[in-house]
């Protein structure tokens, strides 16, 4: 396939499920979260969309480099979890923003957190270099899981 072809679909893929958070979880509905109380980590909302513009393109990268990889057992696997992770993605930001609901966002970043990490441990088994850029999408979902417990606990 075309590698501009491959990079026009890696990015669709992604930004599909982008446009679907945001669409669902307007502005007003995500300034819900600024009257929340936060623990003194959090940081300020602005922080947020750039953030997780930076986690999508890595993620994007990612995803190109499994696709241009010969297809294995590993990259079958890879692409699996990658499915359920972004799933689990949108309906996090979905139950957190646009149902101002703690509980359920909180349970769905644990399994976010579980796919992210079965996401890095197939990386693994493909190469260094899938694995150390999904990296920091794991610490990313790391802190979105401890502050979401956090928000839970002092809400």
């Known amino acids: 396939m075309n590698n501009r072809l491959r990079i026009a679909l890696s990015s669709a893929i992604i930004l599909v499920a982008v446009v679907l958070s945001s669409f669902l979880v307007s502005s007003h509905t995500a300034s819900w979260y600024d009257y929340l109380n936060k623990p003194d980590f959090a940081p300020p909302s602005s922080v947020f969309a750039p953030t997780w513009i930076v986690m999508y393109v890595l993620i994007v990268i990612a995803f190109m480099h499994v696709w241009k990889v010969k297809q294995t057992k ?5 692409f699996f979890t990658f499915g359920f992770q972004l799933a689990f993605s949108v309906l996090w930001a979905v139950l957190l923003f646009a149902f101002h609901t703690l509980l359920l966002p909180m349970i769905v970043v644990v399994l976010l957190w579980f796919t992210v990490v079965i996401l890095l441990i197939n990386s693994s088994e493909i190469d260094r270099f899938t694995f150390w850029i999904l990296t920091p999408y794991l610490a990313w979902v790391t802190f979105a899981l401890v502050l979401s417990v956090w928000l839970w606990w002092i809400n």
């Open 74 to 78: 590993p990259c079958r696997r890879w």
